[in-house]
């Protein structure tokens, strides 16, 4: 019987919401943040090969990034690393990636997976995504993988599902979608108890897919075919010639909040988002007075709710300090409370600190 499994793992950004430790040239995807020897990338990989086979497992880059792939990763070889010259948002990403693997087996059922993510469940995640991969394979329709929520959470995406019709054991037609809502709408989500976070991991079908992006995005309509043209060369590194003119453009808004067909699978795998300092805070363990030390060495003295990560050989000694993230990486120390988000990003853009050294 043919093996119709395959995995598309998302590695192409710039991580610049977790700055400095994500920098432009090294982003999170490609850090081992918490000190057990495999990257975010690599533990993405070693998770997703024990239930799809490695040579259906394709991760997409952009082209600055392939060294680190390739360090990384050493197992894939060209045929299996798919460049982008320039970044085109999540859609340029699954389009190329679909249009590709479809190629390689029309029959191709894709499992796509950011490369940053925290799964605290192995097993489970394995029986839910392969469940999932099933519906997909028998429906003509789009799946998205949500989590309940365990706190009104502002920073992530939600999900509504439609719990009166249930397709399949946990998977539901989708309501609607909201990105990251404010605090109010957030504990009102909580309450309904039909609603999920929105994890970014999706399964679908290529035909389908291709099909949606031919109907929903009308610059598709003339790159699809032109796309689908390229991956005849079998041969990746060929990126297409038109890639910088696709649309800049997010998977969620453009596709999965505009299709027909979209359904959500309730996930029970554990999950976490390694978007910024503010979620790290929320997701990872900390210790009895609140602290996080990110594969740190630190002595702290009367301090409760930071998040302290140096680099291995530093140490830290702190007194004092109340919900703070102590971050060092390279040339720059940044000290700042852990909410200030505007504050965080405010110095990522300034000048004098840059972001183009390790």
Known sequence: MADNKYCLILAGGNGSRLWPISRTV??????????????????TYDRVAKFIDPSHIYVSTNVAYLPLVYEQLPELDDM?????????????????????????????????????????????????????????????????????????????????????????????PVKSFTEKPDAEFANIFMQEENFLWNTGLLCFNTRVMLDNLFMLIPEYRLEIPRLMAEAESNDPKLVPENFNVLP??????????????????????????????????????????????????????????????????????????????????????????????AAMRRMHTDTKFGDSKN
């Open 26 to 43: 090294k982003p999170k995807q490609f850090l081992d943040l918490f000190g057990t020897g495999r990257t975010l990338l690599q533990q």
């Open 248 to 341: 800049n453009r997010n998977m969620d808004v453009s596709i999965l909040e505009r299709s027909e067909h979209v359904y959500v699978q309730r996930g029970h795998f554990g999950w976490a988002d390694i978007g910024t300092w503010a979620s790290i805070g929320k997701d990872l363990p900390a210790n009895d007075e609140g602290n996080i030390l990110l594969n740190t060495d630190a002595h702290l003295y009367e301090c409760s709710g930071n998040i302290v990560r140096l680099p291995e050989g530093r140490t830290a000694v702190i007194k004092g300090l109340k919900d703070y993230v102590v971050a060092e990486e390279g040339e720059i120390l940044m000290i700042c409370p852990r909410q200030d988000v």
């Open 80 to 172: 299996h690393i798919l460049e982008e010259p320039v970044r085109r948002g999540t859609l340029a990403s699954v389009a190329w990636g679909s249009v590709f693997i479809a190629k390689q087996n029309p029959q191709a059922t894709l499992f796509v997976t950011p490369a940053d993510q925290i799964i605290l469940k192995e097993e489970q995640y394995r029986q839910d995504v392969l469940h999932g991969m099933e519906f997909a394979s028998e429906n003509d329709g789009l799946l998205v993988m949500g989590i309940t929520p365990s706190r009104p959470e502002t920073g992530y995406g939600y999900i509504q599902m439609n719990d009166d019709r249930p397709l399949s054991h946990d998977i539901y």
